[in-house]
């Protein structure tokens, strides 16, 4: 945990509610049955594997109108900006 805190330069307490917004976002996206049947590591590995992150973002921000990894609700005029490589 240190080494990854060290890495992204943020504080344990910020790096554990981080992982905190994963796992519940996971559950959104995967819903419970399927979220419990696939680990974090097979969550993060399938979106990599996508032909386009901004795909997986787009239908999110639709979906839940909060960013992945975001804890707060976007305004209603919001639009998700298409990430590029």
């Known amino acids: 945990m240190e080494k990854l805190c060290e890495r ?6 910020q790096l554990r509610r981080w992982l ?3 796992r519940v976002q996971k559950e959104e996206w995967l819903g419970v049955l ?9 969550f ?5 594997v996508q032909t ?3 795909d997986f973002a ?3 921000v639709r979906r839940f109108t ?4 975001q804890s707060h609700k976007n305004p209603a005029p919001y639009c998700q900006q ?3 490589p």
Not at 8 to 13: M, P, R, Y
Not at 44 to 48: E, P, Q, V, Y
């Open 20 to 22: 905190q917004l994963f």
């Open 58 to 60: 787009s239908a999110f």
């Open 52 to 54: 386009a992150y901004s």
């Open 34 to 42: 399927s979220s419990m049947e696939a680990s974090g590591l097979s």
């Open 44 to 48: 993060l590995k399938a979106l990599l």
């Open 66 to 69: 909060k960013s992945f990894l």
């Open 8 to 13: 992204f330069s943020v504080t344990l307490s």
């Open 82 to 84: 298409v990430f590029g």
